[in-house]
């Protein structure tokens, strides 16, 4: 894989593989994705194989502007017009009833489609240099902790992904949030760092939150999802020395926790994350890779707070703790 820069000529190839139906991973403000062009059915199948991702997970269509949806999707209800005109470009994915440019690889066959205006601005400056759009989910192998640097998809992938734009570390750090808003309520399929409240204010109605085994397919809610090598275990703060002690005894444990260790220990390594819950989410990814580099026995993560700011946190490591035990 050929890390690119983010000058004009590097864009320019990047633009140019996409177009002739390669991989390129590009960063976006919330995790790298890895990027195929999506009226490429082709490409498409390319992004799943590389992935090793099960063909009806369907992924998300990058647009340049909110201006590119015709065609994308069939139908946009009033409440989506105002989130896209609120929040894109950022952080927001819309799932709508799909356009006729949309094929089926994209949606895995469902009738509604996943649809994102990215801010980063390396991803705006490809989107527009290439001229179409871009499906691309996030450049991890199924299932693996999504990257938030060029090295991480560089561990990730080899020759299947011609190349990655490095763009730097990513500055939300956590997956976009999903509302659909192909039904008849509004929905909150993934939260993100976009808060529900804010949304809610936006479309002047309340967001229902789907239920854990229900609604369109998607793989982020597969409840294993987001995980490292090593089992990850939530530990209640005021839990955490003694779990640690007792994990200790019968292998090597590696933390993360908003504060520095009590004591000092060769067979532990302690992760300080920040205690602000942006700066954790857009830490967080990179520290579990760290975390899990030298293989632990058990990855111990100090829980978090309750409370709107520290949703998206808590479902991606509730998501990774989860079905780890056995
Ligand atoms: O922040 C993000 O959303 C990143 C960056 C690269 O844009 N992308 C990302 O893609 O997280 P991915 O494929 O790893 O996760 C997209 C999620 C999956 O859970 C997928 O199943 C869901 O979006 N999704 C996509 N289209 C959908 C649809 N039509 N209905 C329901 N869920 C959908
Ligand atoms: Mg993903």
Redesign the pocket.
């Known amino acids: 894989m050929i890390r690119l820069g983010i000058d004009a000529s590097d864009l320019e190839r990047a633009a140019g593989w996409l177009r002739e139906g390669r991989l390129v991973a590009i960063p976006?403000e919330?995790?790298?994705?890895l990027a195929a062009d999506a009226a490429n059915p082709d490409a498409v199948r390319r992004v799943f194989a590389a992935k090793g991702r099960p063909a009806d997970?369907?992924?998300?269509v990058?647009l340049p502007d909110a201006g590119s949806l015709d065609g994308w999707a069939a139908d946009v209800p009033a409440a989506a017009r105002r989130l896209a005109a609120a929040f894109w470009p950022g952080?927001l994915?819309l799932?709508l009833k799909r356009g006729p440019r949309v094929d089926d690889v994209i949606?895995g066959g469902?009738s509604?489609?996943?649809l994102?205006v990215?801010a980063h601005p390396i991803a705006q400056a490809l989107l527009k240099r290439f001229g179409g759009a871009l499906a691309?989910?996030?450049?991890n192998r199924f299932g693996h902790v999504?990257p938030t640097t060029a090295a991480h998809v560089i561990d990730e992938f080899d020759d299947e992904v011609v190349a990655v734009l490095d763009g730097g570390a990513c500055d939300v750090g956590l997956?976009?949030t999903?509302v659909?808003l192909s039904g008849d309520a509004p929905r909150l399929?993934?939260p993100?760092m976009i808060a529900a409240a804010d949304l809610e204010e936006v479309i002047g109605m309340p967001l229902a939150e789907a239920p854990e085994n229900e609604?369109?397919?998607?793989?982020?809610?597969l409840p294993s999802h987001y995980a490292p090598e090593a089992p990850l275990r939530l530990v209640a703060p005021e839990a955490l020395d003694a779990t640690v002690a007792e994990a200790l005894e019968t292998g090597s444990v590696a933390v993360l926790a908003r504060r520095g260790p009590d004591a000092l220990h060769d067979q532990c390594r302690w992760f300080r994350i920040a205690d602000r819950a942006e700066d954790y989410a857009r830490e967080l990814y990179a520290t579990l890779r760290r975390a899990d580099a030298r293989g632990p026995a058990v990855i111990l993560v100090e829980a978090v707070p309750e409370g709107p700011d520290w949703q998206a946190i808590r479902d991606r490591l509730r998501r990774a703790a989860a079905d780890r035990d056995d």
Do not use: C, F, M
């Not at 919330?30 to 994705?33: A, F, K, L, M, P």
């Not at 997970?57 to 998300?60: A, E, K, L």
């Not at 609604?215 to 809610?221: E, K």
């Open positions: 976006t919330t995790v790298y994705g997970h369907p992924v998300i990058h952080p994915t799932i949606t469902q509604t489609v996943g994102r990215p691309a989910p996030s450049a999504s997956e976009s999903i659909d399929l993934r993100g609604g369109p397919r998607a793989s982020g809610r």
